[in-house]
Nanobody, 120 residues
Framework: QVQLAESGGGLVQGGGSLRLSCAAS????????MGWYRQAPGKQRDLVAS???????DYADSVKGRFTISRDNLKNTVYLQMNNLKPEDTAVYYC??????????????WGQGTQVTVSS
Protein backbone atom coordinates (compact mmCIF):
# COMPACT_ATOMS: atom_id res chain seq x y z
CA GLN A 1 0.00 0.00 0.00
CA VAL A 2 1.14 3.50 -0.85
CA GLN A 3 0.03 6.76 0.71
CA LEU A 4 0.60 10.31 -0.46
CA ALA A 5 0.58 13.25 1.94
CA GLU A 6 0.29 16.79 0.60
CA SER A 7 1.07 20.05 2.33
CA GLY A 8 1.63 23.70 1.57
CA GLY A 9 -1.68 25.06 0.34
CA GLY A 10 -3.31 28.19 1.68
CA LEU A 11 -4.54 31.69 0.99
CA VAL A 12 -2.25 34.17 -0.75
CA GLN A 13 -2.61 37.52 -2.44
CA GLY A 14 -2.18 37.84 -6.17
CA GLY A 15 1.49 38.01 -7.09
CA GLY A 16 2.47 35.93 -4.09
CA SER A 17 4.09 32.52 -3.85
CA LEU A 18 3.35 29.11 -2.38
CA ARG A 19 5.23 25.84 -2.34
CA LEU A 20 3.38 22.53 -2.35
CA SER A 21 4.92 19.25 -1.22
CA CYS A 22 3.76 15.67 -1.65
CA ALA A 23 5.54 12.80 0.08
CA ALA A 24 4.90 9.15 -0.71
CA SER A 25 5.28 6.39 1.83
CA UNK A 26 4.63 2.66 2.01
CA UNK A 27 5.69 -0.31 -0.06
CA UNK A 28 7.62 1.61 -2.72
CA UNK A 29 10.22 0.11 -5.02
CA UNK A 30 10.55 3.06 -7.36
CA UNK A 31 8.52 6.03 -8.53
CA UNK A 32 8.13 6.87 -12.19
CA UNK A 33 6.39 10.08 -13.22
CA MET A 34 5.21 12.52 -10.55
CA GLY A 35 2.73 15.26 -11.25
CA TRP A 36 0.45 17.96 -9.97
CA TYR A 37 -3.15 18.43 -11.08
CA ARG A 38 -5.72 21.01 -10.11
CA GLN A 39 -9.48 21.20 -10.10
CA ALA A 40 -11.48 24.41 -9.80
CA PRO A 41 -15.17 24.33 -8.78
CA GLY A 42 -17.34 23.07 -11.62
CA LYS A 43 -14.34 22.20 -13.80
CA GLN A 44 -12.45 19.05 -14.66
CA ARG A 45 -9.17 18.05 -13.09
CA ASP A 46 -6.31 19.24 -15.31
CA LEU A 47 -2.60 18.53 -15.38
CA VAL A 48 -0.49 21.43 -14.11
CA ALA A 49 3.01 19.98 -14.27
CA SER A 50 4.80 16.65 -14.39
CA UNK A 51 8.32 15.34 -13.96
CA UNK A 52 9.70 12.00 -15.08
CA UNK A 53 12.15 9.84 -13.17
CA UNK A 54 14.84 11.22 -15.45
CA UNK A 55 13.95 14.80 -14.61
CA UNK A 56 12.12 15.81 -17.76
CA UNK A 57 9.43 18.35 -16.97
CA ASP A 58 6.23 19.39 -18.67
CA TYR A 59 3.92 22.30 -17.84
CA ALA A 60 0.48 23.54 -18.75
CA ASP A 61 0.73 26.66 -20.89
CA SER A 62 -1.08 28.69 -18.25
CA VAL A 63 1.67 28.17 -15.65
CA LYS A 64 4.82 28.17 -17.77
CA GLY A 65 7.38 30.62 -16.43
CA ARG A 66 5.58 30.90 -13.06
CA PHE A 67 5.52 27.34 -11.64
CA THR A 68 8.43 24.94 -11.17
CA ILE A 69 8.11 21.24 -10.44
CA SER A 70 10.94 19.30 -8.82
CA ARG A 71 11.48 16.01 -7.04
CA ASP A 72 13.63 14.47 -4.34
CA ASN A 73 13.94 10.77 -5.06
CA LEU A 74 15.53 9.98 -1.71
CA LYS A 75 12.50 11.43 0.05
CA ASN A 76 9.92 10.18 -2.50
CA THR A 77 8.70 13.75 -2.63
CA VAL A 78 7.52 16.05 -5.39
CA TYR A 79 7.34 19.83 -5.04
CA LEU A 80 5.52 22.58 -6.88
CA GLN A 81 6.92 26.08 -6.46
CA MET A 82 4.26 28.56 -7.53
CA ASN A 83 5.26 32.18 -8.10
CA ASN A 84 3.35 35.20 -9.34
CA LEU A 85 0.08 33.53 -8.42
CA LYS A 86 -3.10 34.73 -10.07
CA PRO A 87 -6.75 34.44 -8.97
CA GLU A 88 -7.32 31.96 -11.80
CA ASP A 89 -4.85 29.60 -10.10
CA THR A 90 -7.40 29.10 -7.32
CA ALA A 91 -8.23 25.39 -7.12
CA VAL A 92 -7.72 22.20 -5.18
CA TYR A 93 -4.30 20.85 -6.09
CA TYR A 94 -3.71 17.08 -6.20
CA CYS A 95 -0.42 15.27 -6.51
CA UNK A 96 -0.12 12.06 -8.47
CA UNK A 97 2.70 9.56 -8.40
CA UNK A 98 3.09 6.51 -10.62
CA UNK A 99 4.56 3.92 -8.28
CA UNK A 100 6.10 0.49 -8.75
CA UNK A 101 5.51 -1.29 -5.45
CA UNK A 102 7.76 -3.88 -3.88
CA UNK A 103 5.19 -6.52 -4.88
CA UNK A 104 5.62 -5.61 -8.53
CA UNK A 105 2.41 -3.63 -9.01
CA UNK A 106 2.49 -0.37 -10.95
CA UNK A 107 -0.28 2.12 -10.37
CA UNK A 108 -1.23 5.75 -9.99
CA UNK A 109 -1.69 7.09 -6.48
CA TRP A 110 -3.30 10.39 -5.51
CA GLY A 111 -2.91 12.79 -2.65
CA GLN A 112 -5.87 14.04 -0.66
CA GLY A 113 -5.80 17.48 -2.26
CA THR A 114 -4.80 20.85 -0.87
CA GLN A 115 -6.70 24.10 -1.38
CA VAL A 116 -4.92 27.03 -2.98
CA THR A 117 -6.82 30.32 -2.94
CA VAL A 118 -5.45 33.46 -4.59
CA SER A 119 -7.14 36.75 -3.81
CA SER A 120 -7.16 39.66 -6.20
Amino acid sequence: QVQLAESGGGLVQGGGSLRLSCAASGSIFTINTMGWYRQAPGKQRDLVASITSGGRTDYADSVKGRFTISRDNLKNTVYLQMNNLKPEDTAVYYCNQNVLTKRGYTGDYWGQGTQVTVSS
